[in-house]
């Protein structure tokens, strides 16, 4: 993915529908899995987004639907994001104002790195380093904009 693109306003950015491919990578197993979808960004009452993904995920040579929920939203700072899970606890700030953000998120004893990055108004991409005691893994996505 080339360099970052700025976004002035991330929840206008992300509303719509988006293809997605994510590989999975086990770097202490060696397996590796493929998760194809879509997630939507739709509007959530009171504001904000409600995101909406679902698929199918290929794991061991296992294909198996897959599903995740997430709430989108208006972060502390203009034009940010404070991303909630589907229950409505904190996973992480969005700020892609710079084109690219950095996020942790500790989760009992393992530990989570997302790195986002805007290519332009149609491509973005998350990868997510995960680290603990039983997990040693890599989750890339890549978003495009679908119609």
Known sequence: MGGCWPVADVL????????????????????????????????????????????TFTWHGVARPATRTLRFLPGA??????????????????????GRYVADHPCAADFYRGE?????????????????PAKDLVLTTDYVREG
């Open 12 to 55: 206008a950015y992300l509303a719509g529908r988006w293809r997605v491919e994510r590989d999975v990578r086990d770097l202490a197993g060696g397996a590796e899995g493929r998760f194809v979808g879509t997630t939507v960004f739709g509007p959530l009452d009171g504001g904000g987004l409600l995101h909406e993904e679902s698929g």
């Open 77 to 98: 700072a203009p034009g940010t994001a404070d991303v909630r899970f589907a229950d409505g606890r904190p996973f992480h700030a969005r700020d892609l104002t710079s």
């Open 116 to 132: 986002f990055t805007v290519a332009d108004a149609d491509h973005w991409r998350t990868v997510w380093r995960v680290g603990g």
